[in-house]
């Protein structure tokens, strides 16, 4: 699954670390499945109405 992230993304990065401490310089510095998780349709909506949510969130706490 990461070999083909990495092609997908090519020379961009796909995460950028909110602190320094946490920033290791890979493209992907997370770790992949071997098989994607399956969402069925309602929880792939429901991911993506609450997700900018999210984020803002975990963006609060980590100024916090």
């Known amino acids: 699954m990461k070999s083909r992230l990495e092609a997908v993304v090519g020379n961009h990065s796909i995460y950028t670390a909110r602190r320094q401490e946490y920033n290791n310089?890979?493209?992907i510095p997370f770790r992949t499945s071997r098989n994607p998780l399956?969402?069925?349709a309602s929880q792939t909506r429901e991911v993506g109405s609450i997700g900018k949510d999210i984020a803002n969130?975990?963006?609060a706490v980590d100024v916090l």
């Open 25 to 27: 310089g890979a493209k």
């Open 38 to 40: 399956e969402l069925s």
């Open 57 to 59: 969130y975990f963006s």
